[in-house]
């Protein structure tokens, strides 16, 4: 069965450091979705992209995160520079355009801002 | 706006039971609803979703779950819970074109009593 892969898995770095998640969507969904999950919380969408261009990036702290999905297939977000409060679970998320659209997840990267 | 609500924060059941997690909706169409399930440290796996047509819809894992539009709800059940069955679940409702958009509860953690 075909699964949304993202590395690492965890990540630790100290505050003020620059950190990058990857996802690689299943294999001919055209939308992906990058998730923050607060511990306790359930997640929030921060961008999400239909093919190479983002849709929704309205959650998305700009000052400090960037996410780019170039040749519409895979996708890196970038948190630079961390800070504390962003220690969080980062999902990535990704689904067809065709009918009801219907997520599935990968394993997400635990960040731990020090 | 769309919003989900999970009054329950914590719920414990001994393993046998029955188990009815609540979910609560707020969306002014007729929604796409979704139940998943997130073991610790885990992504998020699909349980089961409703987009149409019959109310009582089946999912895995031996979960069901009963839309009803009059109390705007979106109950998660299981005749019997299993100990594996211990783990976060989050109801969410899919907003905008083809439920692009998915809007999440702030989950209920289920343990098992053994």
């Known amino acids: 069965e075909a699964e949304v892969a993202q590395s690492p898995r965890y990540k630790i770095t100290e505050k003020s450091q620059a950190v990058a998640f990857w996802c690689d969507p299943i294999s001919g969904h055209a939308t992906l979705y990058w998730y923050r999950q607060i511990l306790g919380q359930g997640p929030e969408l921060l961008v999400q992209f239909q093919d190479e261009s983002v849709v929704d990036d309205s959650q998305l702290p700009k000052d400090r995160f960037s996410a780019e999905r170039l040749k519409g297939v895979d996708s890196t977000l970038k948190i630079q520079p961390a800070e504390l409060g962003d220690s969080a679970m980062y999902l990535c998320?990704?689904?067809?355009?065709?009918?009801?659209?219907?997520?599935?997840f990968g394993p997400g990267t635990r960040l731990t801002v020090l | 706006a769309q919003s989900v609500t999970q009054p329950d924060i914590h719920i414990t059941v001994s393993e046998g039971a029955s188990l009815e997690l609540r979910c609560n909706y707020s969306y002014g169409a007729t929604p796409y609803l979704f139940w998943y399930v997130q073991s610790p440290g885990q992504g998020l796996q699909l349980l089961l979703k409703?987009?149409?047509?019959?109310?009582l819809v089946q999912g895995i894992k031996g979960f069901e779950a009963e839309f009803k539009r009059s109390q705007s709800s979106f109950n998660l059940r299981k005749p019997s819970v299993h100990w594996s069955d211990a783990a976060e679940y989050f109801c969410?409702?899919?907003?905008?074109?083809?439920?692009?958009?998915?809007?999440f509860g702030s989950g209920t953690r289920l343990s098992i009593r053994p």
């Open positions: 969410a409702v899919g907003a905008g074109n083809s439920a692009s958009k998915i809007i």
């Open positions: 998320a990704s689904g067809t355009t065709s009918g009801a659209n219907t997520q599935y």
């Open positions: 409703y987009f149409s047509g019959d109310t």
